[in-house]
C-alpha cells in the first residue's frame, strides 16, 4: 500500500508547483516570452495541469499543506521572472516561425536561394560572428538563429577561406568581404567566400 502511494506523494507537490507557474506566466503574460503558443492554449494547459492536481491532491487530504505550499511556490516563481522579453545572447537572431530576418547575410543567403547561379563568382560583402578553422574544418562566418526557444538555435552562414593568414579570435563580430563559390563536401554542397578579406568590428 504505501508503495502505491509514494508516486502520488513526489507527483502531486511537482503538479500543484507548475499549475501554478503556468496561471502566473499566462495571468502575467510572460507566455509571449516563453513560447510561440497561442495564450489560450497555455491557459488550457495551465487549467489542466491545476485540475489534475486538486484531482489527485483531494486523495490525500494528509498532505494538503505541503501541496498547497508547492503550488505558493510556483506562484512565486512566475512572479519571479522578468516583466519583458530576455536579451538574447550576443549573435543570436531570434524570429517567430514563419518571419524573416535582417542583415547582410541573411539577404546573401536569399539571393543564393533565389537564384544561385547568378550569385556565384560575385564578391559578396557579410557580417557575423568569426569561427576559426579547426580540425580539417574551414573558418565561417555565420550568425545564429532561434526561432522558438534556445534548443532550436542553429547557425547559418558560409565557410571562409581567408587571404590572410592571420585572423580574429572565435567569436568576434566580423565583416568578411570574398568571392562567392561552392564546394561539394561530405555529400553536400557548401558555400564559400574565397581571397577574402576579414575585418574585426569593434
Not at 507537490?13 to 489560450?40: K, N, V
Not at 539571393?111 to 574544418?137: E, H, K, N
Not at 555565420?142 to 580574429?168: E, K, W, Y
Amino acid at each position: 500500500m504505501s508503495s502505491l502511494a509514494r508516486p502520488h506523494k513526489v507527483r502531486n507537490p511537482l503538479l500543484a508547483c507548475s499549475a501554478g507557474l503556468l496561471l502566473c506566466c499566462c495571468a502575467r503574460g510572460l507566455d509571449q516570452y516563453l513560447t510561440i503558443g497561442a495564450r489560450w492554449f497555455e491557459g488550457l494547459v495551465a487549467a489542466f495541469f491545476l485540475l489534475v492536481w486538486l484531482g489527485t491532491a483531494l486523495e490525500e487530504s494528509a498532505l494538503w499543506r505541503k501541496q498547497l505550499a508547492s503550488f505558493a511556490m510556483g506562484l512565486l516563481a512566475g512572479l519571479a521572472l522578468p516583466n519583458g522579453p530576455i536579451d538574447p545572447p550576443r549573435g543570436v537572431v531570434t524570429a517567430s516561425v514563419g518571419g524573416r530576418f535582417a542583415g547582410d547575410l541573411f539577404a546573401a543567403l536569399d539571393r543564393i536561394d533565389r537564384d544561385p547561379a547568378s550569385v556565384l563568382g560575385t564578391t559578396l560583402t557579410v557580417s557575423g560572428a568569426w569561427t576559426p578553422a579547426s580540425g580539417g574544418q574551414a573558418a565561417t562566418v555565420s550568425r545564429r538563429i532561434m526561432a522558438c526557444c534556445a534548443a532550436d538555435t542553429i547557425a547559418v552562414g558560409f565557410d571562409v577561406l581567408a587571404a590572410q593568414r592571420t585572423t580574429p579570435p572565435a567569436g568576434s563580430n566580423v565583416v568578411v568581404s570574398g568571392t562567392l563559390r561552392a564546394q561539394m563536401r561530405n555529400g553536400e554542397v557548401r558555400y564559400e567566400l574565397a581571397h577574402a578579406a576579414v575585418r574585426r568590428l569593434p
